[in-house]
């Protein structure tokens, strides 16, 4: 796939990010995974982002991340595109930008870098040097260390043709206005803070309509039928469902750090389709928690 076909892949429709299936002893489960992936592509997403966010991309480590994007790419072929996740260091998102281009990918994702602060020079030269150790396309994620002003991002798109797509989870109108503003259809936008669904009419009404759903993973149908609510500016139906559910599910995510993964994981367990145990740091929901979450799904009827 070429990084301008990436770009209209990311153009429109619903994208997501599965989680990432680990056994009892907390090591990747190839063959889960897979059955995840087989359940979820027929829904609809546009793509799917493998080792992403809330695939838990921060957490694996050594020859787990080629098994995900091979076990990925080679279930998804000729259903839907696999955007493969990559980030921290520099080095070591290259490394895994490459690897996940000689596997098949169709792009990478590129998540932050790594604990320190860092100025716009550097921000240019880490997203610059990833982007040229590869042909396919690339997203920047804007997001926690890795923020980008609207002059940085055009120093990047003259110097890197195939940086096709900026991801923003943040939720700074200003800056996504002024990002947007200033680099128009030069890249494909993806409205990606955590349970984005809750910012989806916002982001639509300043021209970015496109965002990515985590809850896709447990609730598909919710999920895509959020998306069409959005598209259509169904705002009964949006405001039906804001209400019913992603408000109370919001108070349970918000109350522990890191719950924004770990819930996705419940929620899937729930529906009957686990992917095993949140690797640390983040922390399972607890069992009183997981009951609260079950009775907001229930009362969405079957998926
Ligand atoms: O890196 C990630 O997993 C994300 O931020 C994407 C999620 O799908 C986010 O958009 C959400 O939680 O809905």
């Given amino acids: 796939m070429t990084p301008q076909d990436l770009k209209d892949v990311m153009s429109s429709g619903l994208l997501s990010f599965p989680v990432t299936d680990f056994d009892s002893n907390g090591d990747f489960n190839a063959k889960g995974y897979a059955a995840r992936l ?55 998102a290259i490394a895994h930008a490459q690897e996940a281009e000689r596997l098949g990918a169709h792009g990478i994702l590129l998540l932050p870098h790594y604990l320190t602060e860092a100025g716009q020079e550097g921000l240019i030269a880490h997203v610059e040097q990833v982007c040229k150790s590869v042909k396919f396309g690339v997203i920047v994620y804007n997001r926690d260390r890795t923020r980008f002003t609207p002059e940085s991002l055009a120093i990047l798109a003259e110097r890197c043709p195939n940086l096709v797509g900026f991801k923003d989870g943040m939720g700074n109108i200003e800056t996504m206005s002024s990002i947007f503003m200033k680099m128009g259809d030069r890249f494909a936008y993806l409205g990606g803070l955590p349970t984005a669904e809750i910012y989806a009419a916002a982001y639509k009404a300043l021209g970015t309509p496109v965002y990515s759903s985590a809850v896709f993973n447990f609730i598909p149908k919710t999920a895509m039928d959020f998306y069409e609510a959005v598209r259509t500016d169904d705002m009964a139906t949006q405001h039906k469902l804001l209400k ?30 686990g992917a095993g145990p949140v690797r640390a740091p983040l922390t399972d929901l607890k069992p009183s928690e997981m009951e609260e979450l079950k009775a907001l799904i229930d009362k969405l009827g079957p998926q």
């Fill in 38 to 92: 087989e359940w979820l592509a027929p829904y609809g997403a546009s793509a799917l982002f493998a080792a992403g966010g809330t695939g838990e991309y921060f957490s694996l480590y050594g020859e787990e991340y080629g098994q995900i994007i091979k076990t990925a790419v080679d279930t998804c072929r000729g259903k839907v595109p696999i955007i493969a996740g990559a980030g921290g260091p520099t080095r070591t």
């Fill in 244 to 273: 019913e559910f992603f408000m109370p599910y919001l108070k349970i995510r918000n109350r522990v750090e890191g719950y924004g993964v770990s819930i996705i994981k419940a929620g899937a367990k729930l529906v009957g389709h």
